[in-house]
């Protein structure tokens, strides 16, 4: 298809003007590029659609949000379809409770916001030493978010009213102690149980089985023994690094940085400490409050200008700052920066260890400040930074350049899409190589080749069909990949000469499987028939805290009939071969200690009150006629 546009370029011009035009009149510009570029409707919810450019924001600030939080997660977990459809099943759960809220009418007071915001983490390291707000730093943290202060408390105020639909239904659940007594007893009943084991491994020597059914398995079970598709190709990546390399430096550029920079690279910056105390009074406190902290500081001031040594006793009884207060006002070193600005400005200002200012009026208050200690570092020379000058704007530039340098990248794979070669040699890159890869990333494996998103490009029909580059894939923050597939092989079924012995180890491990059940069905029939004659081993303890046995043969045991004990029961353990439990009898649950009892009956309770609120989110799903619209990813089966 790119070869027939790239030679009739005007002939399909013309078609697109006249295939477009008319939508344009009948919707408007506007409309139409709304239409495109929304996408389809991937969800609803109470007759309002989810459109796929709403999924893809919605797990982008996903995706983000964990890579903060753990910068070493694997990518491939977070671009994965099961991963992204995680995110359209929260997002759908956000409507349903946004349309509860709206429904419901569930109010948030000013109060309630007010209380919330002041136990937020997000701000809590914000405040000052009474407690309050930093708002210049507050609205700087906020816009590095791409937030207004009002766009955050609107986001909390919302949050709250949303953590009602379910909080309710949760804080009011109550599990009366008797019906918890009778679900933890049953959850934690033990039973005494002897096991007879029939296992699969020891009924392989009994195996033998013909050319004829190792042929017949092999037809049956195709899937079992496929080579999945594979290809070699040639990629190249752009990243801060490689941009990183094409930048020259001269000695007066380093020069510069250094001068605008010496606080930072010279040496570090100036630090100090300081003790304070403060007298507390709130900016829009009326004037006569003002003029008396004002006088009470000033009184403060005399005392410690007559006595410097007393500072700090004065200040465990003054000072109205409950952090620094009980440390004699203490501040411990602080850089630039760290201080509402007046504060800053006097410590700063001073010269000597022990000089004292005040008072000095900030939003706190009136503080009276004692210089205490300073550390001024030794400022390293020009050539004694010079390494690590260039490093720092090296990266610096880097960083400038490479949405340059991305543009270029991108344009050129497309636009010279039969080599990866001009973009190679534009940009200064390597071109790397890599021999069978396949569709879907590999355990272990790093960087590019872990990124679906690239690996589906390169399993594209362009990409093995045509061999052109794949579109620019961004596989990580400032880190772009294109590749090209140098050489294609299809999937398909090996030669049963080829895979003979591995049909030949699972027609073995299935008979024997088989042969062990039989055994086993046979044994417990004969035993049911005859109870005495029951081989079975030495009496054991089976319970669901006790991993010692499998699952299945632990399950079976507790559901056998009390009222029918003892009993004998079998059970399949599939590939492994068949055990038969004989349970003799009902073992009386251990008494835990007062806490561990305490604790079991919290996490019952805990779960229970899950258990409702879930609940109570289906019947909101079904009121809200919410309706995911995208088939949900299936587990991805293990490759042979």
């Given at each position: 298809?790119?070869?027939?546009?790239?030679?009739?370029?005007?002939?399909?011009?013309?078609?697109?003007?006249?295939?477009?035009?008319?939508?344009?009149?009948?919707?408007?510009?506007?409309?139409?590029?709304?239409?495109?570029?929304?996408?389809?409707?991937?969800?609803?919810?109470?007759?309002?659609?989810?459109?796929?450019?709403?999924?893809?924001?919605?797990?982008?600030?996903?995706?983000?949000?964990?890579?903060?939080?753990?910068?070493?997660?694997?990518?491939?977990?977070?671009?994965?379809?099961?991963?992204?459809?995680?995110?359209?099943?929260?997002?759908?759960?956000?409507?349903?409770?946004?349309?509860?809220?709206?429904?419901?009418?569930?109010?948030?007071?000013?109060?309630?916001?007010?209380?919330?915001?002041?136990?937020?983490?997000?701000?809590?390291?914000?405040?000052?030493?009474?407690?309050?707000?930093?708002?210049?730093?507050?609205?700087?943290?906020?816009?590095?978010?791409?937030?207004?202060?009002?766009?955050?408390?609107?986001?909390?105020?919302?949050?709250?009213?949303?953590?009602?639909?379910?909080?309710?239904?949760?804080?009011?659940?109550?599990?009366?102690?008797?019906?918890?007594?009778?679900?933890?007893?049953?959850?934690?009943?033990?039973?005494?149980?002897?096991?007879?084991?029939?296992?699969?491994?020891?009924?392989?020597?009994?195996?033998?089985?013909?050319?004829?059914?190792?042929?017949?398995?092999?037809?049956?079970?195709?899937?079992?023994?496929?080579?999945?598709?594979?290809?070699?190709?040639?990629?190249?990546?752009?990243?801060?690094?490689?941009?990183?390399?094409?930048?020259?430096?001269?000695?007066?550029?380093?020069?510069?940085?250094?001068?605008?920079?010496?606080?930072?690279?010279?040496?570090?910056?100036?630090?100090?400490?300081?003790?304070?105390?403060?007298?507390?009074?709130?900016?829009?406190?009326?004037?006569?409050?003002?003029?008396?902290?004002?006088?009470?500081?000033?009184?403060?001031?005399?005392?410690?200008?007559?006595?410097?040594?007393?500072?700090?006793?004065?200040?465990?009884?003054?000072?109205?700052?409950?952090?620094?207060?009980?440390?004699?006002?203490?501040?411990?070193?602080?850089?630039?920066?760290?201080?509402?600005?007046?504060?800053?400005d006097a410590v700063f200002g001073m010269k000597n260890?022990?000089?004292?200012?005040?008072?000095?009026?900030?939003?706190?208050?009136?503080?009276?400040?004692?210089?205490?200690?300073?550390?001024?570092?030794?400022?390293?020379?020009?050539?004694?930074?010079?390494?690590?000058?260039?490093?720092?704007?090296?990266?610096?530039?880097?960083?400038?350049?490479?949405?340059?340098?991305?543009?270029?990248f991108s344009n050129t794979v497309y636009e010279q899409?039969?080599?990866?070669?001009?973009?190679?040699?534009?940009?200064?890159?390597?071109?790397?190589?890599?021999?069978?890869?396949?569709?879907?990333?590999?355990?272990?494996?790093?960087?590019?080749?872990?990124?679906?998103?690239?690996?589906?490009?390169?399993?594209?029909?362009?990409?093995?069909?045509?061999?052109?580059?794949?579109?620019?894939?961004?596989?990580?923050?400032?880190?772009?990949?294109?590749?090209?597939?140098?050489?294609?092989?299809?999937?398909?079924?090996?030669?049963?000469?080829?895979?003979?012995?591995?049909?030949?180890?699972?027609?073995?491990?299935?008979?024997?499987?088989?042969?062990?059940?039989?055994?086993?069905?046979?044994?417990?029939?004969?035993?049911?028939?005859?109870?005495?004659?029951?081989?079975?081993?030495?009496?054991?303890?089976?319970?669901?805290?006790?991993?010692?046995?499998?699952?299945?043969?632990?399950?079976?045991?507790?559901?056998?009939?009390?009222?029918?004990?003892?009993?004998?029961?079998?059970?399949?353990?599939?590939?492994?071969?068949?055990?038969?439990?004989?349970?003799?009898?009902?073992?009386?649950?251990?008494?835990?200690?007062?806490?561990?009892?305490?604790?079991?009956?919290?996490?019952?309770?805990?779960?229970?009150?899950?258990?409702?609120?879930?609940?109570?989110?289906?019947?909101?799903?079904?009121?809200?006629?919410?309706?995911?619209?995208?088939?949900?990813?299936?587990?991805?089966?293990?490759?042979?």
């Open positions: 298809m790119f070869d027939f546009v790239r030679k009739h370029t005007k002939w399909m011009q013309l078609v697109l003007f006249l295939l477009i035009v008319p939508s344009f009149v009948l919707f408007g510009l506007q409309g139409y590029n709304r239409m495109r570029e929304r996408g389809d409707a991937v969800a609803k919810v109470d007759g309002h659609e989810i459109n796929q450019q709403d999924w893809d924001e919605a797990h982008k600030r996903q995706v983000d949000r964990l890579r903060e939080q753990m910068p070493g997660i694997d990518a491939k977990l977070l671009d994965s379809p099961q991963a992204k459809y995680g995110t359209l099943e929260q997002l759908v759960r956000d409507r349903v409770l946004a349309a509860a809220v709206e429904h419901q009418h569930l109010l948030v007071a000013d109060q309630r916001l007010a209380r919330e915001l002041q136990t937020n983490e997000v701000i809590g390291a914000l405040r000052g030493p009474d407690g309050k707000l930093d708002l210049k730093r507050y609205e700087q943290l906020l816009a590095q978010r791409g937030m207004s202060p009002q766009m955050f408390e609107n986001q909390v105020r919302n949050d709250i009213a949303t953590r009602q639909v379910l909080g309710g239904v949760g804080q009011s659940s109550f599990t009366p102690p008797a019906q918890a007594a009778v679900a933890l007893g049953s959850y934690f009943e033990r039973r005494e149980a002897q096991i007879a084991r029939f296992n699969a491994a020891d009924f392989k020597a009994k195996v033998e089985p013909t050319d004829a059914e190792l042929q017949a398995f092999y037809k049956e079970n195709p899937q079992q023994f496929q080579s999945p598709e594979q290809a070699s190709i040639e990629y190249v990546v752009l990243d801060l690094a490689s941009v990183q390399k094409g930048i020259t430096l001269n000695e007066a550029d380093l020069k510069t940085y250094y001068e605008q920079n010496a606080g930072r690279v010279g040496g570090g910056p100036e630090e100090r400490r300081a003790s304070h105390i403060l007298i507390a009074v709130p900016q829009g406190a009326p004037q006569a409050d003002k003029d008396k902290a004002k006088a009470k500081a000033d009184e403060l001031l005399a005392q410690v200008k007559k006595n410097p040594d007393s500072f700090a006793e004065l200040a465990k009884k003054n000072s109205q700052d409950p952090g620094s207060a009980a440390n004699g006002g203490d501040l411990d070193f602080f850089q630039r920066g760290a201080m509402t600005k007046p504060f800053e260890k022990g000089e004292v200012a005040g008072p000095v009026q900030t939003e706190f208050g009136y503080h009276i400040i004692k210089l205490t200690d300073l550390k001024v570092p030794k400022q390293r020379t020009f050539e004694e930074v010079k390494p690590q000058l260039e490093e720092a704007l090296r990266k610096e530039q880097a960083q400038k350049k490479y949405a340059e340098a991305a543009e270029t899409s039969d080599s990866l070669k001009p973009v190679a040699d534009k940009l200064k890159l390597e071109v790397r190589t890599a021999p069978a890869v396949v569709r879907n990333p590999q355990p272990g494996t790093t960087g590019p080749l872990a990124n679906p998103k690239f690996l589906q490009a390169l399993f594209s029909p362009d990409a093995t069909e045509r061999k052109r580059n794949t579109e620019a894939v961004e596989f990580g923050p400032s880190q772009m990949v294109s590749g090209r597939v140098t050489q294609y092989s299809p999937a398909r079924t090996r030669p049963f000469e080829e895979v003979k012995a591995t049909v030949r180890e699972r027609v073995v491990a299935s008979k024997a499987a088989e042969l062990a059940r039989k055994e086993g069905e046979a044994r417990l029939a004969a035993w049911k028939a005859n109870p005495a004659s029951a081989q079975v081993g030495e009496a054991v303890t089976l319970s669901r805290t006790d991993a010692k046995q499998p699952p299945k043969v632990t399950e079976a045991a507790l559901r056998a009939d009390p009222a029918k004990l003892p009993a004998l029961v079998g059970v399949d353990l599939g590939a492994e071969g068949y055990a038969i439990v004989k349970v003799n009898k009902v073992l009386a649950r251990e008494t835990s200690p007062p806490q561990q009892a305490q604790q079991e009956l919290q996490q019952f309770t805990q779960a229970w009150a899950r258990d409702e609120a879930m609940a109570y989110y289906t019947v909101l799903k079904d009121r809200y006629k919410a309706e995911i619209l995208v088939a949900k990813p299936k587990a991805e089966a293990p490759t042979q």
